[in-house]
């Protein structure tokens, strides 16, 4: 690459998997823009998820970045079209020391069941198996579950200026958002 010096990102296996390198990040192909990494249980055992179940999963290392580097935690596409695992956002700055885990919900495709009674509330966990035919899932361990990407680490300088000053500037650079959120520019 012309002028671009690779990043050198150091990994530490945990202590228990020091003799299994298929859990430091590996490229699936070469261009590929992250890097997979895997489910790590300290136990080794399947992990069950629970419908509904929010959970961090071990990857069983420790990342060191550059200096001005940081990464982010994703999913693979395959964690979300074929597991139904959505990522919560995974920011590692460059500083973090401990082991790496991925933060997800198990989100399963739901199906409206005839059974399910208009008073019943939309979530009662403990109800979601008999109504809507949701199943836990499995993740065994050395399942590849999500990816990391290195990002080097932008600056910004932040400006406190009242709420006129605000308006001003807004005014001047005429939007046709505006305020509006989500959506708003496509109407």
């Known amino acids: 690459m012309d002028g671009y010096n690779t990043p050198n990102f150091k990994f530490a296996l945990r202590d228990d998997l020091q003799d299994d390198k298929r859990f430091l990040p590996t490229r699936g192909e070469p261009k ?11 136990d080794r055992k399947t992990l069950i ?34 597991k139904n695992l ?19 919900q198990y989100l399963p495709p739901v199906s409206y ?11 009662e966990p403990e109800k ?4 809507c035919g949701c199943t836990e899932l499995k993740i065994e361990f050395g399942d590849a579950v999500a990816q990391i990407i290195p990002r080097r680490r932008d600056e910004m300088v932040v400006e406190g200026i009242t709420n006129e000053e605000y308006n001003k500037l807004c005014k001047a650079r005429a ?7 989500f959506g708003s520019t496509g109407k």
């Not at 590929?32 to 300290?42: F, I, L």
């Not at 509904?52 to 982010?72: A, E, H, S, T």
């Not at 990522?87 to 933060?103: I, N, P, R």
């Not at 979601?128 to 109504?131: E, H, I, L, P, T």
């Open 32 to 42: 590929a823009s992250g890097w997979d990494v895997r489910a790590a249980m300290s």
């Open 49 to 82: 998820v629970k419908p509904f179940d929010l959970i961090k999963m071990p990857l069983g290392i420790r990342g060191y970045c550059p200096d001005g580097w940081w990464y982010d935690i994703k999913p693979r596409s395959s964690t979300f079209a074929k």
């Open 86 to 104: 959505h990522a919560l956002y995974g920011t590692v700055d460059e500083t973090y020391e401990g082991e790496l885990v991925f933060a997800c």
């Open 113 to 123: 069941r005839e059974e399910w009674d208009d008073n019943s509330s939309w979530y």
């Open 128 to 131: 979601w198996g008999d109504y």
């Open 175 to 181: 939007s046709i958002r505006g305020a509006g959120g």
